[in-house]
């Protein structure tokens, strides 16, 4: 059964940075396209950024320029680097792997919370 294992997040000031983690438990990545998600209070769970299994990368407009999604193949892991927190930031955010539809993930990692204080 494939797991994905969030790490990472947390409290932060505005215009800090956070770096969330999620592992695999075997080399989905290299066949999935992967993605970070995030829901907040009373929200849907939006697409912050997806990438290809070719690497072709996308980011929602509302963080362009200062989030950055990456791979470690050898690792099974994909990274979500922030920075320059804004207030419209904080919400509990998720890995996805996608085998069928971009975007549409099939697996989710648990979830992790990052709050953005003034």
Do not use: H
Not at 34 to 52: C, F, H, I, N, S
Not at 74 to 102: F, T, W
């Amino acid at each position: 059964q494939i797991q994905l294992v969030q790490s990472g997040g947390g409290l932060v000031q505005f215009g800090g940075s956070l770096r969330l983690s999620c592992v695999a438990s075997g080399s989905i990545f290299s066949i999935s396209d992967v993605g970070w998600y995030r829901q907040g209070p009373g929200k849907e769970r939006d697409v912050v950024a997806l990438m290809t299994r070719v690497g072709t990368k996308t980011y929602a407009n509302s963080v362009k320029g200062r989030f950055t999604i990456s791979r470690d193949g050898g690792k099974n892991s994909v990274y979500l680097q922030m920075n320059n927190l804004k207030p419209e930031d904080p919400a509990i955010y998720y890995c996805g792997a996608s085998q069928v539809i971009l975007g549409s993930a099939e697996y989710w990692g648990q979830g992790t919370q990052v709050t953005v204080s003034s």
